[in-house]
């Protein structure tokens, strides 16, 4: 059962106070038609099925590592309110997306970067086939400083590798 869905109108409030949260320059107006096309920046509603309420979000944007556009891959990342966490959600969220991501663009890599300190979120990205690429320097703007962090990436072939064979019509 999927976890993700659209913003809804009724998600503004939530969405409006984990921006409180994170926004160090001041508040901001969150925009619940925000864009879920995944080829372009966007983000999805975490919940723990479909219908019920947010419990968190994922987004990505796109970031570019050479001159043609087949170069492009997107950048993931997920908050989950405090009581959402550690019941699985946040490794199913983004294992949802990453797998959307490869089945729906063509897309080569899917990466992911976290805080250093943030071992329960790296723990989540190497469950699902993200391996850890190295440090990023001062790279992220957080509670009032930059901070270093971890490029994670999965590539297509190691997803289609990891992921188990569809069932057949008999099955």
């Not at 969150?30 to 920046?41: F, M, T, W």
């Not at 294992?95 to 329960?120: C, G, K, P, Q, S």
């Not at 990023?136 to 901070?147: D, E, L, N, T």
Request: net charge negative; with cysteine; hydrophobic share 35%.
């Amino acid at each position: 059962m999927s976890c993700l869905r659209p913003y809804r109108p009724e998600d503004h409030d939530l969405l409006q106070a984990r921006e409180s949260i994170f926004d160090d320059f001041g508040p901001h107006a969150v925009n619940p038609d925000r864009s879920s096309r995944l080829d372009e920046d966007g983000g999805l509603v975490v919940g723990f099925d479909v219908e019920g309420p947010a419990r968190g979000e994922v987004s990505w944007h796109w970031v570019q590592w050479g001159p043609t556009v087949a170069s492009r891959c997107p950048m993931i990342g997920i908050y989950l309110w405090p009581e959402a966490r550690g019941r699985g959600l946040g490794v199913r969220a983004q294992r949802e997306l990453t797998d959307l991501f490869f089945r729906h663009t063509a897309t080569n890599r899917v990466e992911a970067h976290n805080d250093i300190e943030n071992l329960v979120e790296q723990r989540a990205l190497e469950r699902i086939g993200f391996q850890r690429e190295g440090l990023v320097r001062g790279a992220h703007w957080r509670g009032g400083a930059y901070r270093d962090g971890y490029l994670y990436a999965v590539l297509r072939a190691d997803w289609t590798l990891a992921q188990p064979p569809a069932p057949s019509e008999d099955e």
